[in-house]
């Protein structure tokens, strides 16, 4: 409706504007036109020192009528002296009295009070004009002269233009009408059909595409939409996995309580020894429970809640101290945890955010060395960067699986990870957190053991920051 609104207005000013600029354009050239003519009239019979009807005939004969339908000249007081729609006659007979004829025309009256009239109309397909001048003489009005013209010619050509527009005008409708219907029905076809996908897809049915055809907006909403549903597809296949790994986890440890349990509960004389080494099993696989269930609010939180107020935070003392909280548990493995931080590492970050980072990298590579082994932990500046890199002499990850470290509940040695008391969150909980602060985490193999993970940060400088708040 728009469309054709917008249509009908450009069809009006079409049948209009070009009539009203032409009637315009033939009106002034009729008026300059008329005037000259009349004014090349007066000029004429100003010459003669009084007007009579001989003196007007005799003048306005030797001048060309160019085409006029009517030439009036009157005296002072409208009486005409000569009508060029009259026949000559014969002067009345002798003794009948002198046949007395005024010109009582707006025109003529204006003419005789010293003003150039023009008038013009346009109607049945005539154009109808007059125009009046007086006859000076000496600075006073002896006469005014009265023509008139009539141009079919003119009309006609004005009324062929219209109805040429008016044809034009139709034909443009009745197209615009048809490519309308047309394209109103493409157009209202693919909405249904983008409508009818949105609610597959609202049902559930994740797998559901388009068929992007053409390259008009509707085709890029479509290819939008399968992009959309593409995140959606794998943001819930990843939700399912999530699940049921979290759902095997969980399940995993309390299945082992029931049945530590349930052996205590069925025996009746059982050894305290290895009651308490049930009980001893009870709490371990409860504390491997709290840890599943601490992580996982830990992952729900940086899913769901925004990043907190970020402050400058060395790097190197918050990476000092993560050390120094996890050195008891590298002298138990009998690892050595080597450090070399550099200063003026700053960061934007939180201290609890940055501890905990540090905290899963050097105690994964704590956990997954061997006895003997060395674990390397180094904090610099790279470019505008700060780098935080741990690796390790341990049994490494292969190159197929380093894509996949990140991944929630991904482990690489399952059994291995469940003895070292992993949950396979770790990681992921490293990667989440470190992209709410800017940065990115990698993970590689070091040559010629072990595995490496870099942590990347914006650096922070103070001159450059305040700057900037003072511009």
């Not at 390259?215 to 909403?221: F, I, K, V």
């Not at 049945?259 to 696989?285: C, H, K, N, W, Y």
Request: glycine share 8%.
């Amino acid at each position: 409706m728009s469309y054709l609104a917008i249509f009908a207005t450009v069809l009006v000013l079409l049948n209009t504007y070009p009539l009203v600029a032409s009637q315009d354009l033939l009106f002034t050239s009729k008026r300059d036109s008329l005037k000259s003519q009349a004014a090349v009239m007066a000029s004429a019979l100003m010459e003669l020192e009084s007007l009579s009807s001989d003196q007007v005939a005799r003048v306005m004969n030797m001048l060309d009528s160019m085409g006029l339908a009517r030439i009036l000249v009157t005296d002072p007081a409208g009486l005409i002296l000569y009508d060029s729609t009259q026949p000559e006659e014969e002067g009345p007979e002798e003794g009948a009295p002198p046949e007395y004829r005024y010109a009582l025309y707006q025109e003529v009256v204006s003419a005789l009070r010293g003003s150039d009239v023009f008038y013009s109309r346009y109607a049945g397909r005539v154009f109808t004009s007059t125009a009046a001048s007086p006859i000076v003489y000496r600075g006073m009005v002896i006469g005014a002269i009265y023509i008139l013209e009539i141009d079919p010619a003119q009309g006609e050509l004005l009324y062929n233009l219209q109805q040429n527009l008016r044809n034009i005008s139709l034909v443009i409708a009745a197209v615009t009408l048809v490519m309308s219907t047309l394209f109103s029905k493409v157009l209202t076809a693919r909405i249904a059909a983008l409508l009818r996908a949105i609610r597959i897809v609202g049902e559930g049915e994740y797998g559901h595409r388009l068929q992007p055809v053409g390259r008009d907006e509707m085709a890029q909403l479509a290819g939008e939409f399968n992009h959309l549903t593409d995140r959606l597809q794998t943001t819930e296949e990843v939700r399912r996995r999530f699940v049921s790994d979290a759902s095997h986890e969980l399940k995993t440890p309390l299945a082992s309580i029931r049945l530590l349990a349930d052996s205590i509960l069925q025996t009746d004389e059982m050894d305290p020894e290895m009651v308490r080494d049930f009980v001893g099993d009870i709490g371990s696989e409860a504390d491997r429970l709290a840890r599943v269930t601490e992580h996982l609010l830990a992952l729900t939180r940086l899913d769901s809640l925004p990043a907190g107020d970020a402050f400058p935070v060395d790097t190197a003392q918050v990476t000092e101290r993560t050390a120094a909280l996890l050195q008891p548990v590298a002298d138990a493995a009998g690892v050595t945890v080597l450090l070399d931080l550099k200063p003026d590492c700053l960061i934007l970050c939180t201290e609890d955010d940055l501890s905990q980072i540090c905290f899963n990298l050097v105690e994964n590579a704590i956990k997954y060395n061997y006895s003997g082994g060395k674990v390397f932990v180094s904090v610099h500046r790279d470019g505008d960067q700060v780098l935080l890199e741990v690796g390790d002499t341990g049994v490494g990850i292969p190159e197929e699986d380093l894509p996949k470290v990140f991944n929630r509940f991904y482990r690489v040695d399952k059994a291995r990870s469940r003895a070292a008391g992993g949950t396979g969150l770790g990681l992921s909980i490293v990667r989440d957190t470190v992209r709410r602060h800017g940065g990115w985490v990698t993970a590689r193999s070091r040559n010629p053991e072990g595995s490496l993970f870099t942590a990347g940060f914006p650096r922070y400088d103070p001159e450059e920051d305040g700057k900037g708040e003072g511009l």
